[in-house]
């Protein structure tokens, strides 16, 4: 087992739980305890998932010269996620609202600020990189540059990224992403096609060796090229939904966890599973992640 590195968003989320959509107007609403605020963005809740679970992890990204940014750097901390590599080069930190219903639907407010014009600093890549086994690199624009600094460590060190709503394999943003990585994880929820057809036409393009769409309630499919493999591993209820956000990073988190212990994909993907199917028991994208203690004693009742 080696340390993990992570580049992506970290942000102030703020969650609102309206019951039901669309929403009637009310000038004032007092709900109670729905409405929550946290730390969250891709990055971050992938780091936070895989430090929960056991792992070393060196986590990259660009926050604001701002009170969210000294919040989001007292998050780290509190999480025992290592800051060197979270440069606060902007003037405001990225923030983000999320409403969701009791149907589980949801409609997310990213405001980026001007991150998207952002560059991150290639020499802070190049030592982290060094030290780490593995790499996660979000499909966040300031991650784009990397991808060509990743590729020099090809041999030695694996690459995952979760491109998380795509068309089909060319999309414009994301297929950069796609053809650098080895593992390329992706929502089914905005295809074109069926998650089969896109995974097969994935690693027949790029090569790309293990491919996983998330099905949400479905549960995921799973494709690994080299075995010539393709299945659908159904979704485990584990406890009531309160709230899908996060979900897939949850997924994808657990996987690399246990891929770059094990080399095993086919265990990697049930338990991986099992834990997105707890997570979604939690409100908030970074809530309700278990330890890997909990994670296997939850995979003795349920996995068989």
Not at 44 to 67: C, E, H, Q, R
Not at 242 to 254: K, P
Not at 290 to 298: I, K, P, Q, T, V
Request: aromatic content about 10%; some cysteine.
């Amino acid at each position: 087992m080696g340390k993990i590195l992570v580049g992506g968003l970290v942000n102030v989320e703020t969650a609102v739980n309206v019951k039901e959509f669309p929403i009637k107007y009310i000038p004032v609403d007092y709900p109670g305890f729905d409405v929550t605020t946290e730390v969250s963005g891709g990055g971050y809740n992938v780091a936070k998932a895989l430090t929960t679970l056991g792992d070393n992890v060196d986590f990259m990204s660009i926050i604001g010269n701002d009170p969210m940014g000294r919040i989001i750097r007292d998050k780290l901390k509190m999480d025992m996620i290592y800051d060197k590599f979270v440069t606060n080069v902007m003037k405001q930190s990225v923030n983000s609202v999320v409403l969701f219903d009791n149907e589980c639907q949801r409609r997310t407010f990213c405001d980026l600020k001007d991150l998207q014009s952002m560059t991150y600093p290639t020499e802070y890549f190049e030592h982290a990189a060094r030290e780490c086994t593995f790499i996660i690199l979000c499909n966040t624009e300031f991650c784009r540059p990397l991808l060509a600094a990743a590729a020099k460590y090809k041999k030695e060190k694996l690459l995952a990224t979760d491109v998380q709503t795509i068309t089909d394999i060319d999309d414009e943003y994301n297929k950069d992403f796609i053809a650098a990585a080895d593992i390329v994880f992706f929502s089914h929820e905005n295809l074109t096609d069926t998650p089969e057809a896109t995974a097969q036409a994935m690693m027949d393009k790029y090569g790309t060796s293990i491919v996983v769409c998330g099905l949400g309630k479905e549960g995921a499919l799973l494709a690994v090229k080299d075995d010539n493999y393709m299945e659908r591993i159904p979704a485990i209820d584990v406890r009531p939904v309160i709230n899908t956000v996060g979900a897939g990073e949850a997924l994808f988190s657990c996987f690399c966890h246990l891929y770059n212990r094990t080399k095993d994909p086919y265990t990697a993907i049930k338990k991986a599973v099992l834990y997105a199917g707890y997570k979604v028991g939690a409100s908030g994208a970074s809530a309700g992640l278990m330890d890997e203690r909990d994670l296997n004693a939850l995979a003795e009742q349920y996995i068989k």
